[in-house]
């Protein structure tokens, strides 16, 4: 089945040491998108790809970086995670952006101890 | 500024009853409406969709009805079930790469 695979499902790190998150997909989608949810809180766009093309949010912190090496793959990094960065983080893929359906991961659970 | 408002944030109805959540928005230039269905622990998924040129759609039992003057858009689940219970978000976008503005979503308890 075409789907959208993120792993680790949960991943534990330590307090500003740097960790990768990683999604890939088998849709074919032009666009990939990283969200973060915190607990009991709707989803927060932290940037996207159309293509190779990255838009980052205007309020996104410095310390999260995307790669996007083929179609297939892309990458959140966290470069120094903070206690405030402990949430869910989304990956989501739409076929051409047009306003169309977007198709979620299962997500990744950080810890930040 | 919050572009999609939800409400109400939970709500408990007892099986067989109906589910009503509603959103508000402020951006005329939306064009598609989806409401995301999420269960603990997992990704939302998409429940049903509305673009703006319809007022109402409806699959088994669940219906969005929209009224783009209004600017207010809203979901009904019929005949709610217990594995109905889940979090609820609404969401608007516009344009290309389909950016969604979430609304802060509703929790739901289908009660048996």
């Known amino acids: 089945d075409a789907m959208v695979i993120q792993n680790p499902r949960y991943q534990v790190t330590q307090f500003g040491k740097p960790v990768t998150l990683s999604c890939s997909q088998t849709l074919n989608h032009n666009v990939m998108y990283w969200y973060q949810q915190k607990s009991s809180q709707a989803p927060k766009l932290l940037f996207h790809y159309y293509d190779k093309d990255f838009n980052n949010e205007a309020d996104t912190p410095d310390n999260f970086q995307s790669r996007r090496p083929n179609t297939s793959f892309c990458f959140l990094d966290i470069r120094s995670p903070g206690l405030g960065d402990a949430a869910m983080y989304l990956c989501a893929t739409s076929r051409d952006g047009a306003g169309g359906e977007q198709f979620f991961g299962p997500g990744t659970r950080l810890t930040v101890l | 500024q919050q572009q999609v408002k939800q409400s109400p944030q939970s709500l408990i109805v007892q099986k067989g009853g109906i589910s009503i959540i509603n959103c508000a928005y402020e951006n005329t230039a939306f064009d598609y409406f989806p409401w995301y269905q999420q269960f603990p622990g997992k990704g939302p998924a998409l429940l049903i969709a509305?673009?703006?040129?319809?007022s109402e759609k409806k699959e088994g039992r669940f219906t969005i009805s929209f009224n783009k003057s209004a600017k207010q858009f809203s979901l009904h689940i019929m005949d709610s079930q217990p594995g109905d219970s889940a979090t609820y978000f609404c969401?608007?976008?516009?344009?290309?790469?389909?950016?969604?503005?979430f609304g802060d979503g509703t929790t739901l308890t289908v009660k048996p």
């Open positions: 509305i673009r703006p040129d319809v």
């Open positions: 969401a608007a976008s516009k344009g290309n790469a389909g950016k969604s503005t």
